[in-house]
């Protein structure tokens, strides 16, 4: 993918594995906005609903997390059953439903459409989480009530410095999700203002004449996106194999 970025063709198809010459014009080109390109636009719609699912699902991970590790009541065993066999069905077993849903709703081409189905599902995710609050000994919380703490003054004051590692492993998580997903953003997404970097690239090659025309562009659109996510990773792998192996203890 690399190599075909450079090469001064703009087809998929090559003679050669290495390109006879190498250009930067098509990354020049990729970001001159057409009707049908607009990469920035793409771009900054992805990094909208990245940031907002970050924060949101973040949030609601860790907080199911630490209501199932932490507290007993009536339904805790059978939620955490209905959830874990939820989470065996793939996801697009749900297109369909998902889409009338969100037809109904008025909100079909647009973006925040993604950011509400991420949400909404985001307390099932909690399985991680939920695993690494399991290894952090119960007598923190009962020295912490003898002092009069109570259940939101542990879970922020005392369990979220804690518990560091998985919430960037969820965040990192969270923030990846509207980079990769392409199956719900493409179901959704058409307008080209309104579509995610995912969703984007690929309306550029879905026909056989954008292929000719746009595989070198969409080699290189596909570069530039990768690199937050590397830059993201090598800076917070640390933190993401501490949260694994700590929430895959009792996960």
């Not at 001159?32 to 609601?60: D, H």
């Not at 037809?103 to 949400?119: D, Q, R, S, T």
């Amino acid at each position: 993918m690399g190599i075909n970025s450079f090469k001064n063709d703009p087809g998929l198809a090559s003679a050669t594995f290495f390109p006879s010459s190498f250009t930067l014009d098509y990354y020049v080109k990729l970001f001159t906005v057409t009707s049908s390109r607009k990469y920035v636009t793409w771009v900054i719609n992805t990094i909208e609903i990245a940031v907002l699912n970050t924060l949101l699902t973040t949030f609601f991970t860790i907080i199911t997390a630490y209501t199932l590790s932490r507290l007993r009541f009536k339904m805790r065993r059978p939620l955490m059953n209905i959830s874990l066999i939820l989470g065996m069905f793939p996801g697009f077993m749900a297109m369909v439903a998902v889409y009338f849903i969100i037809n109904l709703m008025g909100l079909i081409n647009n973006k925040f459409a993604l950011l509400l189905v991420y949400v909404c599902g985001a307390g099932l995710g909690f399985f991680m989480s939920k695993g690494y609050f399991d290894t952090i000994s119960s007598d923190i919380d009962d020295a912490a009530k003898i002092d009069g703490a109570n259940q939101w003054t542990i879970f922020f004051k005392i369990f979220l410095p804690l518990a560091k590692p998985i919430i960037i492993y969820t965040a990192l998580m969270a923030f990846m999700a509207p980079w990769n997903d392409f199956i719900l953003a493409g179901l959704i997404l058409r307008d080209p203002s309104e579509m995610t970097v995912a969703v984007g690239l690929y309306a550029m090659v879905e026909t056989p004449r954008g292929i000719v025309e746009n595989f070198t562009m969409f080699a290189g659109g596909c570069i530039l996106i990768a690199i937050p996510i590397i830059i993201l990773y090598l800076a917070l792998q640390r933190f993401m194999v501490e949260g694994i192996s700590a929430g895959a203890v009792k996960g």
